[in-house]
């Protein structure tokens, strides 16, 4: 991070110094983009553990002393895949010379996080009821955010006019989804006695943080005050949580959050997380706490990471004053 502050830094001052010591051969302007964009990710991480259950595809077979792990794969990906919207506001200082300052809105695409199949729950000896659950988590992130940029014009010819622009990454506003499905399946012998479907959603704000972009682009003139431009741009940041708040519960389609009798709903601290750096025997986790769990209070656990870096191709249109 520090590397690319410093480069951004001698960018700046090079441009600004080019600006200075150039005739502008068009006067100061203001200019208006409105363009979508599509990224892929351009590195995959392992996720964080969600809802207890590490990053991994885990399948079982067996039943019950023989339920056996059988295969594990490491669930890793990113949520730099996605689309983007946005809208930009540029001031021209000079022929060469301008700045940026843009509005976005980024959705991702479902990420499987966790997945389980087929892995022994919980077994009565006296009813000889056994349970068997398959799980998947997926998550999802949405944000809003801003990215002010200083942007160095290369030259127009034949229409096009190239640029190149680095800035930073804002985000303002912006949400983790994860939307986990449980298929809980109960067995007397070979004969099936029940299932129930459950479906929980935990939504994780992240604390601040900043992200680097650079962009290569042109632009292409369509008219007077109308051009046309696409950029290639990378990004590269991380977010860590701060809070997850479970808001949504339900068991074949039953709301059961809010339902005084479900676990859920009786404890405060089964449905509110704060996350943390370290866990010490003053947190509010019965792994490190001698007298356990305050269940009226959000449970802390470990600050985990997820990344949103990705290379991206925004189409769009601008106007010109």
């Known amino acids: 991070m520090k590397k690319n502050l410093f480069l951004l830094g001698m960018l700046v001052c090079s441009m600004a110094t080019m600006a200075q010591t150039e005739k502008a051969d068009k006067p100061e302007s203001w200019y208006f983009k409105l363009g979508a964009s599509y990224f892929n990710q351009t590195a995959s991480t392992e996720f964080p553990v969600v809802g207890g259950q590490l990053p991994n595809r885990d399948v079982y077979a067996g039943t019950l002393t023989n339920n056996k792990l059988v295969s594990r794969e490491s669930v890793t990906g990113s949520f730099g ?17 301008g700045v940026e300052m843009s509005a976005n809105y980024y959705v991702s695409n479902e990420k499987t996080m966790a997945q389980t199949t087929n892995r022994l729950a919980s077994y009565n000896p006296t009813t000889t009821v056994a349970t068997y659950v398959n799980f998947t988590a997926e998550g999802e992130i949405k944000a809003f955010d801003l990215a002010p940029a200083i942007v160095m014009f ?4 034949h229409g096009f006019e190239p640029y190149t622009k680095v800035g930073v990454i804002v985000p303002v506003h912006g949400t983790l989804d994860i939307k986990t499905n449980r298929e809980y399946i109960s067995f007397v012998g070979a004969n099936q006695v029940a299932k129930t479907d459950a479906y929980s959603k935990d939504v994780v704000k992240p604390n601040p943080t900043l992200g680097f972009m650079a962009t290569l682009g042109t632009s292409y003139k369509l008219g007077k005050h109308i051009s046309a431009f696409a950029e290639l741009e990378y990004r590269n940041f991380t977010v860590h949580g701060k809070t997850k708040e479970t808001t949504a519960y339900t068991e074949n389609g039953v709301d059961k959050l809010n339902e005084t009798t479900t676990f859920r709903a009786a404890s405060y601290s089964a449905i509110h997380t704060n996350y943390v750096d370290k866990l010490d025997t003053n947190s509010n986790n019965a792994l490190t706490n001698p007298n356990g769990v305050d269940t009226t209070k959000p449970m802390d656990e470990l600050s985990s990471y997820v990344g949103i870096s990705g290379l991206g191709l925004t189409l769009g249109l601008k106007y010109s004053l």
Not at 154 to 157: K, W
């Open 81 to 97: 895949q996605g689309f983007r919207s946005g809208i930009t506001a540029g001031y021209r200082f000079s022929t060469r010379l």
């Open 154 to 157: 290369l030259g127009e010819a």
